[in-house]
């Protein structure tokens, strides 16, 4: 079992950065890829990023458009989400989530672990 906890959501203004952190207890060694998904009020679910635990190798959903950046510090099992030039569309819930397999990692079905979400709000 992996347990996952995120943090470093807020309100921000057009343009701004956040950092949002996802920190993995647990088996956390089990971990294949770690990937941040984001939801927005009425809409689907949709992948922004995925990490490769054992090589950092990362992906990044189109519309992110070089906007955002995924790390991890592996000592610390943690992931981190660095976002910037944030619009007013990024709003949303943002939740990471943890899987022990590799295939189709932009498909939030394949996560069996997620955190409970951190809010990001950007203002225009």
């Known amino acids: 079992q992996v347990q996952l906890v995120e943090s470093g959501g807020g309100s921000v203004q057009t343009g701004g950065s956040l950092r949002l952190s996802c920190a993995a207890s647990g088996d956390a060694d089990s971990i294949a890829w770690a990937s941040w998904f984001r939801q927005a009020p009425g809409k689907e679910r949709a992948w922004v990023a995925s990490i490769y635990r054992d090589t950092s190798a990362t992906l990044y959903a189109d519309f992110v458009n070089g906007r955002v950046t995924i790390t991890q510090d592996i000592a610390k099992n943690t992931v981190y989400l660095q976002m910037n030039s944030l619009r007013p569309e990024d709003t949303a819930m943002y939740y990471c989530?943890?899987?022990?397999?590799?295939?189709?990692?932009?498909?939030?079905?394949?996560?069996?672990?997620w955190g409970q979400g951190t809010q990001v709000t950007v203002s225009s």
């Open positions: 989530a943890a899987k022990t397999t590799t295939a189709r990692v932009e498909r939030a079905a394949e996560y069996p672990y």
